[in-house]
């Protein structure tokens, strides 16, 4: 059995079977803005239309503050009709030389980003004729790519972990569960960490589904079903005749914390004798995607399955297209 590592205490082919819940369909009244409205009350209404429509907390945090650099810069008490394509063009330069802020380039892409998404905000939702981000230009900032588990190395990744399960001394079930649901849904580190017993549906052995479930109204657009292959119904069973032999439907599915499930991931990499890469949640969630892509999955229902917003997807598409070299 893979011996259970402590956590530091600074630590904080598949079936293509989708269902993402969508949003309301209740009509959703724009904030009441018009050309002559202040920077300041644009922001306000800005954020309140992100919460309406689920966007991350990570994303609301990085446009909030953005935006409490664009006010700072414009006035808040500046009239929306009164900003102008010169006047946007000089908020970086302004940035560095009137706040002597020095940024990355990823940094600089997605301040751009922001005047864009914000001001072509206001001018979809028809409170600007204009919009003075469109001519600017975007800087790309180039990450560097990620990179993926071979196909080989997913078998052996499997075989290995299935080898652990059926050793005859110490037999450990979770491993091969882990790395089975992680290389078919691709879910993120937190999604797993929170899975309930409950949440991996055996009730069809043959077409078992993995229900991801997020508590917050406003992450609804998140929840999805996502099919998985027969071989997980059996893993299942070992697993909790192992590590649950009592339990509760509403049990945490891995009850160990996150770290500890790195270090599992990261032991059978090893012992794989995989050394390109780490093998990690997000090695994998990244294999899963490219390896679905290559497979034919609609990009609407990739995205979907990974949980992603339109927004994120436009990067993460791009790092797929490249990966898989279209």
């Given at each position: 059995?893979?011996?259970?590592?402590?956590?530091?205490?600074?630590?904080?082919?598949?079936?293509?079977?989708?269902?993402?819940?969508?949003?309301?369909?209740?009509?959703?009244?724009?904030p009441?803005?018009?050309?002559h409205?202040?920077?300041?009350?644009?922001?306000?209404?800005?954020?309140?239309?992100?919460l309406?429509?689920?966007f991350?907390e990570?994303?609301?945090?990085?446009?909030?503050?953005?935006l409490?650099?664009?006010?700072d810069?414009?006035?808040?008490?500046?009239?929306?009709?009164?900003?102008?394509?010169?006047?946007?063009?000089n908020?970086?330069p302004?940035l560095?030389?009137?706040?002597?802020?020095t940024?990355s380039a990823k940094?600089?892409?997605?301040r751009?980003?922001?005047?864009?998404?914000f001001?072509?905000?206001l001018?979809?939702?028809?409170?600007?004729?204009?919009d003075?981000a469109e001519?600017?230009v975007?800087?790309?900032?180039?990450t560097?790519?990620?990179?993926?588990?071979?196909?080989?190395d997913?078998?052996?990744l499997?075989?290995?972990?299935?080898?652990?399960?059926?050793?005859?001394?110490?037999?450990?079930a979770r491993?091969?569960?882990?790395?089975?649901?992680l290389v078919?849904?691709?879910?993120?580190?937190?999604?797993?960490?929170?899975?309930?017993?409950?949440?991996?549906?055996?009730?069809?052995p043959?077409?078992p589904?993995?229900?991801?479930?997020?508590?917050?109204e406003?992450?609804?657009?998140?929840?999805r079903?996502?099919?998985?292959?027969?071989?997980?119904a059996?893993?299942?069973?070992?697993?909790?005749?192992?590590?649950?032999?009592?339990?509760?439907?509403?049990?945490l599915?891995?009850d160990c914390?996150?770290?500890?499930l790195?270090?599992?991931?990261?032991?059978?990499g090893e012992?794989?004798?995989?050394?390109?890469?780490?093998?990690?949640?997000?090695?994998l969630?990244?294999t899963?995607?490219?390896r679905?892509?290559r497979?034919?999955m609609?990009?609407?229902?990739?995205?979907?399955?990974l949980?992603?917003?339109?927004?994120s997807?436009?990067e993460?598409?791009?790092?797929?297209?490249?990966?898989?070299?279209?």
């Open positions: 059995m893979m011996a259970e590592k402590k956590q530091p205490q600074a630590e904080n082919p598949q079936p293509d079977v989708v269902r993402a819940e969508q949003p309301s369909d209740a009509p959703v009244l724009e009441p803005l018009r050309a409205s202040t920077v300041q009350e644009a922001v306000g209404a800005f954020e309140e239309y992100m309406r429509k689920g991350s990570n994303t609301i945090r990085a446009f909030r503050n953005d409490r650099f664009v006010a810069y414009l006035g808040r008490e500046m009239k929306l009709y009164q900003v102008s394509t010169v006047t946007l063009e908020f970086l302004w560095e030389e009137s706040r002597g802020l940024f940094t600089q892409a997605r751009i980003t922001t005047l864009k998404v001001f072509g905000w001018h979809g939702v028809g409170v600007i004729g204009n003075p001519p600017i975007h800087v790309q900032a180039r560097p790519l990620p990179v993926i588990v071979r196909d080989s997913v078998r052996t499997l075989l290995k972990a299935q080898d652990i399960s059926r050793n005859r001394q110490e037999p450990d491993p091969y569960l882990l790395v089975s649901l078919q849904t691709g879910i993120k580190k937190a999604e797993c960490a929170r899975l309930s017993i409950e949440d991996l549906d055996i009730s069809q043959k077409a589904v993995l229900n991801v479930r997020y508590r917050e406003r992450y609804r657009h998140k929840n079903a996502l099919g998985l292959t027969a071989t997980v059996p893993a299942l069973q070992q697993y909790l005749a192992q590590y649950a032999p009592q339990y509760s439907p509403q049990d599915l891995f914390t996150p770290r500890n790195e270090y599992v991931l990261e032991d059978l012992l794989a004798g995989i050394r390109y890469v780490q093998i990690g949640f997000e090695t969630r990244w899963c995607a490219v679905d892509f497979n034919g609609p990009e609407e229902q990739l995205r979907q399955k949980g992603l917003s339109k927004i997807w436009r993460t598409s791009a790092k797929i297209y490249e990966l898989t070299g279209r």
